[in-house]
């Protein structure tokens, strides 16, 4: 009697585009109770030997057309010019130097190499009255303004010199930055529209509630945007590492959160974040990223944490 064993690997990212590879191991066991009989060719040898099944079987989710999947990269694979930012992609190699007629690579290279690390400080804001119908209406309440005390006192607590707030102009963002501002004096503020909240991309797997595609569509393109303008290295002329705050929502974070990492994006609705948390990204000079904290909200007591 046979037995077989099977093991299916299935996977899908970002980095790696649409790849799928599944591999089937097969084993076969001693016959135990197999009809003695005459002398046959010798059994084929019983090691799990390896089985690629082809693509088409089976289904990883085709994601929006404007947003840039790598190709032919595998598992596991880092686009590290992500950001478009890698200095190979800054430098015209059809150039030549006048003189010598050389490219002179090197040296151009190192003028459009980043030398400094971005922290990215990206803040849910805080509680806001549900009921209002009109953004200008939905508020903070009062426990989401002692939520954005605490955030601020935080954020103040870890002794960092800020460069920039820059937040969403929804009303509960704006409100949430005027009280972490406090705490943080003389760093400026920056309102923008591009880190309002909206659906990024339709989430897999999918949501009970309905969204027709022209949200994702709308929304996603913003919110992508929002992405490509404020994650990325530091500029090349920055000599020394940037902190900056972003105050905005949790449907942003969450996305921003994916991209940077390079994980399929669609999965941003796996993670929950609570009113007033702390999400901090690190981008390194050679645009490695890295994930300090999710959703941080361990410096408020547990009955000021809320998710609304």
């Known amino acids: ?43 084929a040898p019983t090691a799990p030997g390896l089985l690629l099944l082809p693509p088409a079987a089976a289904s990883c989710p085709a994601g929006p057309t404007w ?23 800054l430098v015209n190699l059809k150039k030549k130097n006048e003189e010598t007629g050389e490219e002179e690579l090197a040296s151009r290279l190192n003028h459009c190499k980043a030398k400094a690390t971005r922290h990215i400080f990206l803040i849910r804001h805080s509680q806001y009255n549900l009921d209002g119908r009109a953004d200008k209406d939905k508020t903070l ?33 704006t409100e949430t930055t005027e009280i972490i501002s406090k705490y943080l004096p003389g760093v400026k503020k920056i309102s923008t529209d591009l880190l309002r909240e909206g659906a990024p991309i339709e989430p897999d797997p999918p ?3 309905w969204k027709p595609e022209a949200v994702y569509y709308e929304d996603g393109a913003r919110i992508e945007a929002a992405f490509r303008n404020y994650i990325h290295r530091a500029d090349a002329k920055q000599e020394e590492d940037s902190y900056e705050i972003f105050v905005c929502h949790a449907n942003v974070i969450r996305y921003i959160v994916c991209r ?14 609570n009113n007033g948390s702390i999400t901090h990204l690190v981008i390194r000079p050679n645009g490695r990223v890295a994930l300090r904290t999710l959703g941080d909200t361990g410096f408020m007591p547990p009955e000021k944490i809320t998710r609304t």
């Open 1 to 43: 009697m046979s037995l077989r064993r099977a093991l299916a690997l299935a996977a899908c990212g970002l980095a790696g585009g649409s790849v799928l590879f599944s591999a089937v191991a097969v084993g076969k066991s001693p016959a135990k109770d197999a009809e003695p009989g005459p002398p046959g060719p010798a059994p």
């Open 141 to 173: 309440t009062p426990l989401g303004r002692e939520q954005a005390d605490l955030t601020g006192h935080r954020l103040a607590s870890l002794g960092l010199k800020f460069d920039k707030i820059i937040h969403s102009s929804m009303t509960r963002a």
């Open 207 to 209: 949501i009970s509630h």
């Open 260 to 273: 940077a990492l390079q994980f399929p994006p669609e999965g941003w609705l796996r993670m929950s974040l």
């Open 67 to 89: 947003l840039e999947r790598p190709t032919g990269a595998g598992v596991g694979y880092w686009d590290s010019n992500w950001d478009r930012r890698e200095p190979l992609a």
